[in-house]
């Protein structure tokens, strides 16, 4: 095998490597869901407008009376987490503040996820469902 032959070889297996080694994409990236089910029982999630965007590692949305932010984590595998979330401090009717309390309590608790079609799931660690979206149409 001549020189050249075997630089091109060396080359390819390096970038088979490399490729092999790259993150894989995150399915939630780019993404925005509007919050239609959760674990709270003594409330309707779709009485109130909460969401979730998430985009270059940050997760934004409406939390029923204000805006929230904050970093996230996507994987490896299902594994989430989301860092100390911020927030406005508007105030708002009780029934909405109980549910944005609510739903900020079960984001920051979410440590793993699980995206099937239009559906995101999020869950505790216990494995147990704690929030459900659908894809926003946005």
């Not at 239609?36 to 590692?57: C, K, L, Q, R, Y």
């Not at 904050?70 to 009717?93: K, N, W």
């Amino acid at each position: 095998m001549n020189h050249l032959a075997t630089l091109l070889m060396t080359f390819a297996l390096i970038m088979m490597t490399l490729t092999g080694c790259l993150p894989a994409s995150n399915p939630l990236e780019g993404t925005e869901w509007t919050l239609t089910e959760w674990t709270v029982s003594s409330s309707d999630p779709a009485a109130f407008t909460i969401t979730v965007a998430f985009a270059d590692g940050q997760l934004s949305g409406s939390s029923g009376v204000n805006r929230y932010g904050g970093t996230y984590q996507a994987g490896p595998g299902d594994r989430f987490s989301v860092s100390p979330l911020t927030s406005t401090l508007m105030g708002g009717p009780e029934p909405a503040m109980r549910a944005e309390s609510a739903y900020l309590t079960l984001l920051s608790q979410a440590t793993s996820y699980q995206v099937a079609g239009s559906r995101l799931t999020l869950f505790d660690a216990n494995g147990n469902e704690s929030l459900i979206f659908a894809r926003s149409d946005r």
